[in-house]
Structures are given as structure tokens and as C-alpha cells.
């Protein structure tokens, strides 16, 4: 019997509480010792607690340090931030890790294996925009200043390469445009370089690649990448591109991880136009679960649920309309229960 391990669910919006509960129903067949907290984010939030991440949530991912969650909507207006940002940063969940593997073979490139490592909280993405108005047109010019540290960027790197030498990887590729953004994206591809011939030569080959060749490659021949490692806006669009890799967003999981906290998803949103239908695919949210496992270091779980899902969509060919096939949501939970039980 494993060690009991609390931990924060928050079935989302949209489509969340379904495929939440399916993985629920996996992870119980699998035995899997979390001990569930459950709390409300999204429009739920705001339905419950006038807030799109009520204080509640914050302080049980505050107790529990683990979270698996559903898609969050951000209220459109009322000047709500983004609540999937906004856990980011209250976190400081530097590293976002996005495997992309080919699990249904036959699609437009087979054998994908995959992983992006995207920089979560700087870059870009930190929010300093403003416009500058000039004769009476108020957005005549529009800044964004982007920040990158020396600091966050090593950590992140180390990230990276800490997973390529557990996981046994083989290459692990920065991405990086710096010879146009000199500084923003510069810094840390200097960074990675230093750290690698500090640390880890020999461990794994690095290799350095500029986004936009890095997107045509990727394209073309993606077997040439193992692990991209990148700053945050390369690393959104990436990680949607090696998605498409593998069969679309359904199939993309992703980790969010801090030094305090880690939180679990799928990389596809609510939903809105199946939702309530049960027809989604809870294939990305449970592939989530199975990284969630591996965090905890029930590997041998993790392991145990990914084979049950390579099986029932390949043996069994049960599959959700989106993958072509014909079942609900509860056709290919109880398809996939089933074969834990006999696993
Ligand atoms: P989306 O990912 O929700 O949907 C895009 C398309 O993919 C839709 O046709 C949808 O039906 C389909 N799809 C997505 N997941 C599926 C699944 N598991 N099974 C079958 N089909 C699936 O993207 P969209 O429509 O742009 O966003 C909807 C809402 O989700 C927005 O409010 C957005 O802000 C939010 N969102 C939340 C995220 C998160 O919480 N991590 C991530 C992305 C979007």
C-alpha cells in the first residue's frame, strides 16, 4: 500500500468535469494513492466565489503542493488575468514540460517522441505593454518589453537537462533567435551553453537552432529533435506544433513544475462547443495523470496507465470521435478500466 498523497483536483470548465472524472475512474482502477482535495478555478470560481481562482484554491495547491486541473475559461471582460497564468506565477512554475508522442499510429508522421521544455514566466510574456499615442490616435505605437534573467533562464535549463540525463535522452536543442533579439533570447542561449559545458557534456549532445529554421525542421524531419528547450513564446507555439505532431491537441499533455509546487493538465481548452455532449477525449488529461505519477515517482503506474491507453486505442480500437472513432467518454473509460484490471 502506497503512502496516501493529498492533492488539489479542479475539474475546470467546459468539458473538464468530464474528462476529469474519466480520469478519476482510471486513476481509481490503478489504485493510485492520492487523496483528493477538490476546489473550483475558472467560471466555476467565478460562479462560486466571485473569482476566477478563489483564495480557497490558491491555499489547497498551497497545502498540497500537487494539482491535476481541467481547462479554465477566463471570464471575457471584467478585467480578469488569465487563472492559468496567474497559478504560474503565485507558483513560480518555471518549467512547462510538453511530451509529444505518437500513440495512434498512421497519422501524417509515425515514431514521434518529443518533449518541449518551455521557460513559463519570463520573456515576453511578463505583461509590459502599453501604447503610445501620437496625434489623437491613442494606439498609434504599441511597446512590449520582455525580460529574461540569467537566473531563470539557468534554472530552467537546468530543468531540461536534469530530464534528458533521468530520462536517458539523447539530444537536448535549444531554440532561440539571437541573432536578431540579441539580448532577450541571447542571454539565454549563452546561458545554456555555459551550464552544458559546466555540467553536462558528454551527457547528452547539445544543440543550438534558430525558431523559425527550428519550425521548417520540425516539419519536415522531427525525428532530428529529442528535447527542444526555448524561452516563452517560442515555446507556446512549439509545443502546439509538436502537438499537431501526434495527432492534435487531445493527445498533448503538459506539467507545469516549480521548486514548490507542480500542477498537471492538458494542453486543449474547455471546449465549449462539445461540452456536456460526452464525446471529448480524455486521452491528454490522463496522459497528464500518468507525468502526475512519474512526479511522484509511481513510475511503475505511470507506465501501467500508458500502456492501458497505447492498448485500447490500438488493440481494442476504441477511440473518441475525435481520433475517428465512435465512443463516448464513458465507452472509452470503462475500455480502458477494463483493461487495467486485467493488466
Ligand atoms: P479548445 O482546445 O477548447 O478547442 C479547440 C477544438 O478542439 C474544439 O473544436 C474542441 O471541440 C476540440 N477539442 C479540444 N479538446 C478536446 C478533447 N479533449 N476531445 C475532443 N475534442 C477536443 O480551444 P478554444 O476553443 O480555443 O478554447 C476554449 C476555451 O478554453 C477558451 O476560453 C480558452 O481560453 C480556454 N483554454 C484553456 C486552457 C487551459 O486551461 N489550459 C488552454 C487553452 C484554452
Given at each position: 500500500?502506497?503512502?496516501?498523497?493529498?492533492?488539489?483536483?479542479?475539474?475546470?470548465?467546459?468539458?473538464?468535469?468530464e474528462?476529469?472524472?474519466?480520469?478519476?475512474?482510471?486513476?481509481?482502477?490503478?489504485?493510485?494513492?492520492?487523496?483528493?482535495?477538490?476546489?473550483?478555478?475558472?467560471?466555476?470560481?467565478?460562479?462560486?466565489?466571485?473569482?476566477p481562482?478563489?483564495?480557497?484554491?490558491?491555499?489547497?495547491i498551497?497545502?498540497?503542493?500537487l494539482?491535476l486541473?481541467?481547462?479554465?475559461?477566463?471570464?471575457?471582460?471584467?478585467?480578469?488575468?488569465?487563472?492559468?497564468?496567474?497559478l504560474?506565477?503565485?507558483f513560480?512554475?518555471y518549467?512547462?514540460?510538453?511530451?509529444?508522442r505518437?500513440?495512434?499510429?498512421?497519422?501524417?508522421?509515425?515514431?514521434?517522441?518529443?518533449?518541449?521544455?518551455r521557460?513559463?514566466?519570463?520573456?515576453?510574456?511578463?505583461?509590459?505593454?502599453h501604447?503610445?499615442?501620437?496625434?489623437?490616435?491613442?494606439?498609434?505605437?504599441?511597446?512590449?518589453t520582455?525580460?529574461?534573467?540569467?537566473?531563470?533562464?539557468?534554472?530552467?535549463?537546468?530543468?531540461?537537462?536534469?530530464?534528458?540525463?533521468?530520462?536517458?535522452?539523447?539530444?537536448?536543442?535549444i531554440v532561440?533567435?539571437?541573432?536578431?533579439?540579441?539580448a532577450?533570447?541571447?542571454?539565454?542561449?549563452?546561458?545554456?551553453?555555459?551550464?552544458?559545458e559546466r555540467?553536462?557534456?558528454?551527457l547528452?549532445?547539445?544543440?543550438?537552432?534558430?525558431?523559425?529554421a527550428?519550425?521548417?525542421?520540425?516539419v519536415?524531419?522531427?525525428w532530428?529533435?529529442?528535447v527542444?528547450?526555448?524561452?516563452?513564446?517560442?515555446g507556446?507555439?512549439?509545443?502546439?506544433?509538436?502537438?499537431?505532431?501526434?495527432?492534435?491537441?487531445?493527445?498533448?499533455?503538459?506539467?507545469?513544475?516549480?521548486?514548490?509546487?507542480?500542477?498537471?493538465e492538458?494542453?486543449?481548452?474547455s471546449?465549449?462547443?462539445i461540452?456536456?455532449?460526452?464525446?471529448?477525449?480524455?486521452?491528454?488529461?490522463?496522459?497528464?495523470?500518468?507525468?502526475?505519477?512519474?512526479?511522484?515517482?509511481?513510475?511503475?503506474?505511470?507506465?501501467?496507465?500508458?500502456?492501458?491507453?497505447?492498448?485500447?486505442l490500438?488493440?481494442d480500437k476504441?477511440?473518441t470521435?475525435?481520433?475517428?472513432?465512435?465512443?463516448?467518454?464513458?465507452?472509452?473509460t470503462?475500455?480502458?478500466?477494463?483493461r487495467?484490471?486485467?493488466?
Amino acid at each position: 500500500m502506497s503512502t496516501l498523497i493529498p492533492a488539489t483536483l479542479i475539474a475546470g470548465d467546459g468539458i473538464g468535469p468530464e474528462i476529469v472524472e474519466a480520469t478519476l475512474a482510471v486513476l481509481d482502477a490503478l489504485k493510485a494513492p492520492f487523496v483528493w482535495d477538490r476546489q473550483v478555478a475558472g467560471l466555476g470560481g467565478v460562479a462560486a466565489a466571485g473569482d476566477p481562482l478563489p483564495e480557497a484554491t490558491l491555499e489547497s495547491i498551497r497545502r498540497t503542493r500537487l494539482a491535476l486541473k481541467g481547462p479554465l475559461e477566463t471570464p471575457s471582460g471584467g478585467g480578469y488575468r488569465s487563472s492559468n497564468v496567474r497559478l504560474r506565477e503565485e507558483f513560480q512554475l518555471y518549467a512547462n514540460l510538453r511530451p509529444a508522442r505518437t500513440i495512434v499510429p498512421g497519422g501524417r508522421f509515425d515514431k514521434i517522441d518529443l518533449v518541449v521544455v518551455r521557460e513559463n514566466l519570463e520573456g515576453l510574456y511578463i505583461g509590459h505593454e502599453h501604447y503610445v499615442p501620437i496625434d489623437g490616435d491613442p494606439h498609434a505605437v504599441a511597446m512590449a518589453t520582455g525580460i529574461n534573467t540569467r537566473q531563470g533562464s539557468r534554472r530552467l535549463l537546468e530543468y531540461a537537462f536534469e530530464f534528458a540525463v533521468k530520462q536517458g535522452r539523447k539530444k537536448v536543442t535549444i531554440v532561440h533567435k539571437a541573432n536578431i533579439m540579441k539580448a532577450l533570447t541571447g542571454l539565454f542561449l549563452e546561458t545554456g551553453i555555459e551550464l552544458y559545458e559546466r555540467k553536462y557534456k558528454g551527457l547528452f549532445e547539445l544543440d543550438t537552432v534558430i525558431i523559425d529554421a527550428c519550425a521548417m525542421k520540425l516539419v519536415i524531419n522531427p525525428w532530428q529533435f529529442d528535447v527542444l528547450v526555448t524561452t516563452n513564446l517560442f515555446g507556446d507555439i512549439l509545443s502546439d506544433l509538436v502537438a499537431g505532431l501526434v495527432g492534435g491537441l487531445g493527445m498533448a499533455p503538459g506539467a507545469n513544475i516549480g521548486a514548490d509546487a507542480a500542477i498537471f493538465e492538458a494542453v486543449h481548452g474547455s471546449a465549449p462547443d462539445i461540452a456536456g455532449k460526452g464525446i471529448a477525449n480524455p486521452t491528454a488529461l490522463l496522459l497528464a495523470a500518468a507525468m502526475m505519477l512519474d512526479h511522484c515517482r509511481l513510475g511503475e503506474m505511470a507506465t501501467r496507465l500508458r500502456r492501458a491507453l497505447d492498448d485500447t486505442l490500438n488493440i481494442d480500437k476504441v477511440r473518441t470521435g475525435d481520433l475517428g472513432g465512435k465512443a463516448s467518454t464513458a465507452a472509452f473509460t470503462q475500455a480502458l478500466v477494463s483493461r487495467i484490471s486485467r493488466s
